[in-house]
């Protein structure tokens, strides 16, 4: 079975830690209350995606259920921060209210924290895929499935490091575009691993290449700024890993 990947490495001081934003709520114990204002909410940005039927409209009411959802999820993550497990039964009843509305919220173990699965930011990019939001959209896509995808399949990193390039090519100036470059870049270093684990010297060669090469230009690009001090251990590291691996 795949088991979600663990991101230790990358997780420097915490810099690319997944952002736990204020709300309305902020520091303010979850209660049914609030859980019930959320859940709302979401149906309410239900009701408006199903009503609507010209395009623009469409994709502004879908990513506006999209950000509901994703409410709900710092919501929760918030309630995790502050009390723990305090209110696992509140918890649960939220997760479930949401799934009962269409929106996929879940646990996890090696995380300690939730992740909305992103099934509205799809159906925004289905929509609209070069549109206003699409950016955004596609950045909350990268970063859940970075955090929640598995390190030793080589087709679902091969995937996602496409997704993350493509996004760097696409949106280079993207507040957060430093983020999936290092994403990239512990992706692009875990293909690597997969093919010294399968002694596929050609593969390992290949990734080699393209994480030296990709770290050099991160660190070019962000060389006053904490992520380029990043890129720069990380290929430090990669060049040790290399090196004690063969």
């Keep these: ?9 990358i997780l420097t001081h915490g810099i690319l830690l997944l952002l736990v934003v204020g ?20 149906e309410q940005a239900q009701v408006t995606v199903n009503g609507e039927n010209e395009t623009a409209a469409l994709a502004a009411a879908i990513y506006d259920l999209a950000l509901k959802a994703t409410g709900l999820m710092l919501l929760l993550n918030q309630e995790i921060q502050l009390h723990g497990m305090d209110q696992q039964s ?3 009843a939220a997760v479930s209210g949401a799934a009962g509305l269409g929106i996929e919220i879940t646990w996890s173990e090696d995380h300690q924290r939730y992740f909305y699965t992103g099934g509205a930011y799809r159906r925004y990019l289905d929509t609209m895929p070069d549109g206003l ?5 596609r950045y909350h896509l990268i970063e859940t499935g970075f955090y929640r995808g598995n390190a030793g399949n080589r087709e679902d990193l091969a995937a996602r490091a496409a997704m993350e390039s493509d996004f760097l090519r696409r949106y280079p100036e993207f507040g957060n575009a430093g983020r999936v470059a290092m994403f990239l870049a512990i992706d692009y ?25 990709h770290l050099a230009a991160v ?22 890993e290399i090196t004690n691996g063969q």
Excluded at 1 to 9: A, E, K, Q
Excluded at 23 to 42: F, G, K, M, V, Y
Excluded at 133 to 137: E, L, Q, R, Y
């Design 133 to 137: 939001n699409a950016a955004n959209s």
């Design 189 to 213: 270093r875990d293909l690597w691993r997969t093919c010294r684990s399968a002694d596929d010297s050609e593969c390992m060669d290949r990734y080699s290449k393209l994480n030296r090469d």
């Design 1 to 9: 079975m795949n088991s979600p990947r663990l991101r230790v490495t």
């Design 23 to 42: 709300s309305a709520h902020a520091h303010i114990p979850l209660s049914p209350a609030i859980l019930d204002d959320a859940l709302d909410d979401i």
């Design 219 to 240: 660190s070019a690009r962000y060389a006053d700024d904490t992520i380029g001090k990043l890129a720069r251990a990380q290929l430090q590291r990669f060049e040790a």
């Design 90 to 92: 509140l918890l649960d």
